[in-house]
């Protein structure tokens, strides 16, 4: 059980990564090219949340973007 806190700590973090990232996007959006700070703040999240989604797990041996390649066996 242990183990699946860890891993709810790592999905809460990487969220609140995101949507802090996509805040820091969205709000300068929102207010200079859509003129609408509330449209800007809900794109914000959004973007947010599907950043912090598709961010890798810290644990993940492939976290630096590159693939292995296939191994002959």
């Known amino acids: 059980m242990g183990d699946k806190a860890e891993g709810d700590r790592s999905l809460a973090n990487r ?11 969205g709000i300068p959006l929102g207010l200079v090219v859509l003129n609408n700070l509330t ?6 999240i959004g973007f947010g949340l599907a950043f912090g989604l598709a ?3 810290s644990g993940d041996d492939r976290s630096d973007g ?8």
């Open 39 to 44: 449209l800007g703040i809900g794109l914000g």
């Open 66 to 73: 590159h693939r292995k390649p296939p191994s002959d066996d």
């Open 15 to 25: 969220l609140g990564i995101g949507i802090a990232i996509g805040l820091a996007i």
């Open 55 to 57: 961010m890798a797990p």
